[in-house]
T-cell receptor
Framework: ETGVTQTPRHLVMGMTNKKSLKCEQHLGHNAMYWYKQSAKKPLELMFVYNFKEQTENNSVPSRFSPECPNSSHLFLHLHTLQPEDSALYLC???????????????????FGEGSWLTVV | AQKVTQAQTEISVVEKEDVTLDCVYETRDTTYYLFWYKQPPSGELVFLIRRNSFDEQNEISGRYSWNFQKSTSSFNFTITASQVVDSAVYFCALSDPDQTGANNLFFGTGTRLTVIP
């Protein structure tokens, strides 16, 4: 069983809808991430949060709005999306955002199962 | 710029065969980290291994082994005696602490491995 859970697993929404993706991690980590996986494209980092503070926004359009109320929960609010935004959205977490240690699992990133989003 | 290339889009092998998944990376930094993740049909990315750029020792974990060659910028992954449960998409990834942050992973496009019973 994964330590990072995402809901819903599947979402179909119209271009004028507002919906949210939810992520929860049960690993005691402090950093959380949103990644986007589109067909035939490499996974792309979208946002990074460390101790609830956003530390990275990888030039993501404003129709994607993240929210991190605490270190265990991360949301991705979706508004007026486009069909090309259809993808698998993966949440991830790690102990911190520093360099992974060679002595222990360090800051290795652990992923959830993803939320399959289809925009119609 | 950082880049990860997985030239093999899809590979099919018969059960019990050995298979090697190739990964070639590009980075200007001397300190970096390399990763392999497995993505089964459920979608979750499962962490397999992390290596840092200063440790070129090859690693073996059960049926899995990794060959890190800095001279050719490669970090290949071999599955010995493949099993049907190994069928998945495998991603190689690079992080570059000095340029973009230790946990900004640059992923390859993945290799879909199908193990035929």
């Amino acid at each position: 069983e994964t330590g990072v859970t995402q809901t819903p697993r599947h979402l179909v929404m119209g271009m004028t809808n507002k919906k949210s993706l939810k992520c929860e991690q049960h690993l005691g980590h402090n950093a959380m991430y949103w990644y986007k996986q589109s067909a035939k494209k490499p996974l792309e980092l979208m946002f990074v949060y460390n101790f609830k503070e956003q530390t990275e926004n990888n030039s993501v359009p404003s129709r994607f709005s993240p929210e991190c109320p605490n270190s265990s929960h991360l949301f991705l609010h979706l508004h007026t999306l486009q069909p090309e935004d259809s993808a698998l959205y993966l949440c991830a977490s790690s102990r911190g955002t520093g360099a992974p240690s060679t002595l222990n699992s360090g800051n290795t990133i652990y992923f959830g199962e993803g939320s399959w989003l289809t925009v119609v | 710029a950082q880049k990860v290339t997985q030239a093999q889009t899809e590979i099919s092998v018969v059960e019990k065969e050995d298979v090697t998944l190739d990964c070639v990376y590009e980075t200007r930094d001397t300190t970096y980290y390399l990763f392999w993740y497995k993505q089964p049909p459920s979608g979750e990315l499962v962490f397999l291994i992390r290596r840092n750029s200063f440790d070129e020792q090859n690693e073996i974990s059960g049926r899995y082994s990794w060959n890190f060659q800095k001279s050719t910028s490669s970090f290949n992954f071999t599955i010995t005696a493949s099993q049907v449960v190994d069928s998945a998409v495998y991603f190689c990834a690079l992080s570059d602490p000095d340029q973009t942050g230790a946990n900004n992973l640059f992923f390859g496009t993945g290799t879909r491995l199908t193990v035929i019973p």
